[in-house]
């Protein structure tokens, strides 16, 4: 089978696209034929090893998975023995944020792992594209006590993470604010949101609006930037670190100084994520922004393009010749 290898942490140019061997599916797995992945921030940390931290998962010295991918939504082509719960032509989907070997034609995975069989109404590409960001949206919100009429900043509006926080939270009945650049606002607009701030245009921390949350999720914005847009009690949530990583530390000070808080989530339960995706999408609540398609040979473009930070929503890596 084709895929994409490498076996030092380094950049993008560091992947070539090999011949490998297929992978055998052993007991409790399942053998996928994988028609679309995505590119995506955590395998670019995965790739690069950059956060230092992800190593502890990833392999200290050299990547433990030579074939880097997360997600994946493809067609079951073999099972181990005993797996039950799938057979043979099933479309699934699955992710795993420390990594899948997904960048490659079959991938093994077990059937206690993260994968599901795929929203009825989905193509690969779609439910792709509604895993890695989608997980973290998830988590970041669950961490949140939202209920139907709250008002909520989103950041980084077209942002994997951003596009599908403001699909989730308008799914919740929330009054979603959304940020973005100019040439993306008509984009955003289309996902129902209240109202849309274009950051070349008008900086969002001076507005007059105050808010139940902020949701930072491309992590361009800090606390105390926000802080004045956050209502008494409101939580201000970031995808990064930030600044000296205050991130870190702002959740344990601003819960003993102040009413305005700092949420930093630990994302767990992917499994969960996937399940609750699968019913959006399938009630037709959840349509994930998808960018620039590229083939497995383009594989090293697609990453250098979405380590610019300037894709918008998610990039497919096509699969399916
Ligand atoms: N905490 C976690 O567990 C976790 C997990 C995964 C990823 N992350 C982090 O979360 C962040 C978001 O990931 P992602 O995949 O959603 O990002 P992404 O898709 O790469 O975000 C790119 C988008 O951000 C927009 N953007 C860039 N600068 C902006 C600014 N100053 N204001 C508003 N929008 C801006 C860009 O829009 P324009 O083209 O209009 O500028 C672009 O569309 C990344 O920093 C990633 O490292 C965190």
């Known amino acids: ?14 992947l070539s696209i090999r011949e490998v061997p297929q992978p055998q599916p052993k007991a409790n797995e399942i053998l996928v034929r994988v028609y679309a992945t995505t ?14 931290a992800i190593r502890a998962f990833t392999g200290f010295r050299k ?33 795993n944020d420390n990594g899948l070997e997904s960048h490659a034609q079959y991938l093994c995975i077990a059937t206690s792992g993260n994968v599901l069989k795929m929203p009825e109404n989905a193509s690969y ?9 989608a ?89 105390f ?13 970031s995808s990064e670190l930030g600044p000296w990583w205050q991130n870190l530390y702002l959740p344990l000070l601003t819960r003993i100084f102040g009413s305005k808080k700092v949420v930093f989530p630990i994302p767990f339960n992917i499994k969960a994520s996937l399940e609750y995706m699968k019913k959006l999408i399938e009630a037709g609540q959840f349509k994930p922004l998808i960018d620039r398609t590229y083939p497995l040979e383009k594989i090293s473009e697609a990453f250098e393009y979405v380590g610019s930070g300037q894709k918008i929503g998610n990039v497919i890596i096509d699969l399916a010749d």
């Open 1 to 14: 089978m084709k895929a994409a290898i490498r076996y030092q942490y380094g950049p993008p140019q560091e």
């Open 39 to 52: 590119v995506n921030r955590t395998d670019c940390a995965v790739l690069t090893g950059w956060p230092l």
């Open 63 to 95: 990547p433990k998975l030579p074939i880097p991918g997360t997600d994946f939504a493809g067609q079951v082509e073999g099972v181990g023995q005993g797996v039950k719960d799938f057979k043979i032509g099933d479309r699934v989907w699955g992710f």
């Open 125 to 133: 590409e779609v439910a792709a594209a509604s895993a890695e960001a």
């Open 135 to 223: 997980h973290y949206a998830i988590n970041f919100i669950n961490k949140l006590k939202v209920t139907p009429g709250q008002k909520v900043l989103v950041n980084g509006g077209t942002g994997a993470i951003g596009s599908a926080s403001i699909q989730i939270l308008h799914d919740l009945g929330v009054q979603v604010t959304a940020v973005c650049g100019t040439k993306n606002v008509e984009r955003i607009q289309a996902f129902g949101v209240e109202k849309v701030i274009d950051f070349e245009k008008e900086d969002f921390t001076q507005q007059g609006e105050s808010y139940d949350y902020v949701f930072d999720a491309v992590g361009k914005s800090t606390f």
């Open 225 to 237: 930037k926000c802080k004045r847009l956050l209502k008494p009690g409101g939580i201000y949530i």
